[in-house]
């Protein structure tokens, strides 16, 4: 059986429920208590990754990212548009019923990597 947004819910991470939202698969009430609880759930990981594991935490900067060395801004911002893009073009792929198995972008969504 195909992933069905109704039954699994797929609301992978914020962008994916803001995109359910403009596609108004979901009502900006349910869009924003998935989108705080999303976050709750990430600060809660943070949290548990330090008290267990307080020297990589520290070591590593504290999870906070940064920009590469060899890498500007505008080559990061343009990252961060593209990636949770074809994160949700990949979940709105699967999830639509009128796709027929066929379609040749299907299997890498459902890959085993």
Known sequence: MFFSIRVAGGHINPAVTFGLFLARKVSLIRAVMYMVAQSLGAICRVRLVKAF??????????GANSVASGYNTSTTLGAEIIG?????????????????AHDSHIPV????F
């Open 53 to 62: 594991m307080k020297s990589y935490y520290n070591c590593l900067g504290s």
């Open 109 to 112: 969504s459902r890959s085993n």
């Open 84 to 100: 949770p893009f074809v994160l949700v073009y990949t979940v709105f792929s699967t999830t639509n019923p009128k796709r027929s």
